[in-house]
T-cell receptor, first 115, second 112 residues
């Protein structure tokens, strides 16, 4: 069964450092997403990406965040200058289309710890 | 704003016991409903989904869920749990877009 893969599984960084989380979506999927889950809180939508541009982003996704699809397979989330409150599990997901009837396939998550 | 409530934060039960996890949502229009499961150290996996039709949906691993529109509920059930069902369970809702709204999750611990 096709999978969404994420790297690294866990990253520890110092406050103020840049972090890049990587994702390889399912190959025939066209829509890509990032969600995050702060420990003890709900999984929250961050951003969606289609056709090499952001299609929607949440309030959480401020100027410190950016996404990119640098090649045909990777989808990255960059945090420019990490803050303590960025510590969370970040989930990448992909789907074939953007309707709610389509199912998102999630990756295993990347745990980010900001010290 | 649409919200999703899961009634239990942590459920502990013995093998062979029956499981029911509650999920209520606040949005009154047409919704698509999902239950995801996250086993320790693994990714979010889809257990089952409801889009339309029969409100009783069957998913993988013996799970089922019932959509009750009048109660805005989508409760998850399994008649007899196994130790391997130990996981965190998330209810999620979306209208006809891709932004899933998740519940807070319920941790299920099954004791052998």
């Amino acid at each position: 069964e096709p999978e969404v893969t994420q790297t690294p599984s866990h990253q520890v960084t110092q406050m103020g450092q840049e972090v890049i989380l990587r994702c390889v979506p399912i190959s025939n999927h066209l829509y890509f997403y990032w969600y995050r889950q702060i420990l003890g809180q709900k999984v929250e939508f961050l951003v969606s990406f289609y056709n090499n541009e952001i299609s929607e982003k949440s309030e959480i996704f401020d100027d410190q965040f950016s996404v990119e699809r640098p090649d045909g397979s990777n989808f990255t989330l960059k945090i420019r200058s990490t803050k303590l409150e960025d510590s969370a599990m970040y989930f990448c997901a992909s789907s074939r289309d953007s309707s709610g009837a389509n199912v998102l396939t999630f990756g295993a998550g990347s745990r980010l710890t900001v010290l | 704003a649409q919200s999703v409530s899961q009634h239990n934060h942590h459920v502990i039960l013995s093998e062979a016991a029956s499981l029911e996890l509650g999920c209520n949502y606040s949005y009154g229009g047409t919704v698509n409903l999902f239950w995801y499961v996250q086993y320790p150290g693994q990714h979010l996996q889809l257990l089952l989904k409801y889009f339309s039709g029969d409100p009783l949906v069957k998913g993988i691993k013996g799970f089922e869920a019932e959509f009750i529109k009048s109660k805005f509920s989508f409760n998850l059930r399994k008649p007899s749990v196994q130790w391997s069902d130990t996981a965190e369970y998330f209810c999620a809702v979306t209208r006809n877009d891709y932004k899933l709204s998740f519940g807070a999750g319920t941790t299920v611990t099954v004791r052998a």
